[in-house]
């Protein structure tokens, strides 16, 4: 390999032609395939026995994310104007064609049962809107009467009433999310305020911001890293070449998705930063050995200099590359979509980065000159005297360096205990942005925006007319209402007869519950079934009434919440498997649960496997188990600690920081490789201390300033507008610091004790 780059270094324009040429024939397909894909139904696995069945059960029961319009009036709902807004927006909803229109429902198209002569009938709340008083006040009262739209919607204080609209499936655009803001907007007035709310919404939000914030982020990001390139290499050309590199790698990753029609992610806005934060280390490494035999030899020619560079370099730079490949491609054991492809993009990004690394920036080195180190000459004594003392005090302070770190992972444990999973797609926006106001707005009012769909199955036809059935269902509602504040509210077959039994005795409220017999039971169905309006029932019970849905409302839609009522709803499984019934779940806050699953599952397979690959990979490379061994100690460190810092201070694993354990041994490894690099290397002196301050005058400083380089990169992930993202460029940071102190304390230590590289086993 390395004569072919010597072979390359004869032709060095026809390189640098042939890779810009291949960059602009990468930018074609991102104009022409890039896209964003904010649907979360994608995020997830299809073909996973929890998504098949959950989709399964929303066909049954036609169960749809729908948009959540809420009308606000401080002084009460119950009035002309407010009616009629309430009329006008469940029409203009209905006219959409992305709108399910028969499913639209609002106190306009509310069914409200009552008892009649004829025995049971199926009446509109109001058609045309009252003016007076009495006739607004008999439209209030009914809905005061009527527990299946009283606090479902209109709010109990009164206040609040909401129209949900139902998407159909895969429509949901930015064109509508733009058509239902200013829809919204159009009905809104000084007494009457809208709040939209509800997962499609959420989804247009993210899809919004996701682009703008990686808009925001690359050029932040390369103005840091160009001022600390600068600081670092101090040489235009350096700099600008080194910049290169990670911007034609970012460009070739996004390029190879859009080939291959694979979307933009969330998470996938963050290849860019760290393609240009990973990359850069190669060049910084590369520069560095030069400028070093720069100084050793101030005459020579520079196609001898790149040649030594790339002899000395060649096996660390590609070694760190296929260790870093490693930690990536590792994701790939994740279920999750958007993790498993951030994996394998930016795997190939670094693999890009790597190779234009020993062959673009070699090349432009050959046509644009060496860089000029005149003023470096007299930092190299300082450098070095700072590197040989300080690798001297770190070896006899050995044990107060292994007693500091044990403690620390003593506690970091401890804290790794403490880490939760969170799939919440809110959490991934700002406390006081709008969408999670509204939401928390709605849920203030009602019973929540997120929903668990329990599905309940039976082999019997008829079995939810039996009334024993029933009267368990109705009960597993109202315990699980009653005993979990998250859980707001529920709907089910069981409210429906509950009604049904009630407005056929007078609207007594004895009578407001189960009937008692299985014949009463089908002839109140039967009733409704008549009535013209039978639609509504289909979609808490199925034609043959062997399966039942019971929708439960959540105030959160975090995996705590949702964790919480499944745990209570479980604790009826028994006494429903008497009866010949099994629970199942389904619905986008179930599967928004197992995905958090799948997250942990991948999260600690990768980990397990790239850690496994890495031992090997450092085995092989340096021809010994027992480096692969060492290799591996600062990033296991790396990933305890910053795990424990997780635990200790509660942020939670989510899609965004899962590839916390793939990136820390991704990156963290480089200095690990470089520095074993340079022990060995260096061991060639026969003193075991020599060969220590040698390494750390070499490597060492290189390690520095690419840590340096890399936590500033990340740090600007702070300025995210998705709280994850901020997290992770934190973790990240963090991430980088422990790996680079761990590589110049640790990992020299355990090198040093284990007197590899020395025959003399006793210390020089």
Known sequence: ????????????????????????????????????????????????????????????????????????????????????????????????????????????????????????????????????????????????????????????????????????????????????????????????????????????????????????????????????????????????????????????????????????????????????????????????????????????????????MLKSMFSPVSMAAITTIVGFLSLLTSQVYPIKYFGVFTAFGVFVAMILSLVFIPAGIIAFGLPKIKKRTAEKGSNDKFAYSFAKQVIEKKNVTISITVLVVILAVIGVTKVWINSSFLDKFEKDSDIVKTDRFINEHFGGTSTLNVILDSKEKGAFKNPEILRLVDKMQRTVVGDLKVVGNSFSLADYLKRMNKVMHADKDEFDRIPESRELIAQYLLLYEMSGYPDNLWKVVDYNYSKANVTFQLKSDNSKAIDAALNEINSFKDDFKKLGVTINFAGSGYKAYVFTDLILQGQILSLVMSLFIVIILLALMFKNLLIGLIGSVPIVLTAVITFGIMGWSGIPLNSTTALLSSIAIGIGIDYAVHFIEQYRVNSACGNKLLTAQKAMAHSGRAIFYNAIIVIAGFLVLLFSVFPPNRELGFLVSLNMFISFAGTLTVLLILLYKANIYFKNKKEN
């Open 1 to 308: 390999m390395e004569k072919l780059l010597n072979k390359l270094l004869k032709i060095p324009y026809v390189i640098l032609g042939v890779v810009l040429i291949i960059t602009v024939l990468f930018i074609f397909p991102i104009k022409k395939n890039a896209r964003m894909e904010t649907n979360l139904d994608k995020y997830m696995p299809q073909n996973h026995p929890a998504f098949i069945y959950s989709n399964k059960a929303e066909k049954w029961f036609n169960i749809k994310d729908g948009i959540i319009i809420a009308v606000e009036n401080k002084n009460g709902i119950f009035n002309y104007k407010t009616l009629t807004i309430v009329k006008k927006l469940t029409k203009e909803l209905q006219r959409l064609p992305q709108i399910s229109k028969e499913e639209v429902t609002s106190l306009y198209t509310a069914d409200n049962i009552v008892g009649s002569e004829g025995g049971l009938d199926v009446k509109a709340f109001y058609k045309r809107v009252p003016k007076s008083k009495e006739k607004l006040e008999e439209i209030k009262k009914r809905v005061e009467s009527n527990d299946m739209i009283f606090s479902r919607l209109v709010s109990s204080d009164e206040t609040v009433t909401v129209v949900i609209a139902p998407v159909i499936d895969s429509v949901f655009s930015q064109e509508l999310y733009r058509k239902i803001l200013t829809l919204a907007k159009k009905y809104q007035t000084p007494e009457n305020k809208l709040y939209v709310a509800g997962r499609p919404i959420v989804e247009g939000t993210m899809a919004l911001l996701g682009p703008a914030d990686m808009k925001k982020m690359v050029p932040i990001v390369l103005l840091v890293i160009t001022i600390a390139l600068y600081l670092t290499l101090r040489s235009v050309k350096s700099t600008i070449l080194t910049l290169l590199v990670v911007l034609l790698s970012t460009i070739w990753a996004f390029g190879l998705m859009a080939l291959v029609n694979i979307p933009v992610y969330a998470v996938s806005t963050m290849i860019p930063v760290m393609l240009i934060s990973i990359g850069v280390a190669y060049g910084i490494h590369l520069y560095s050995h030069l400028h070093l035999y720069q100084l050793e030899h101030p005459n020579a020619e520079k196609t001898e200099a790149v040649k030594d």
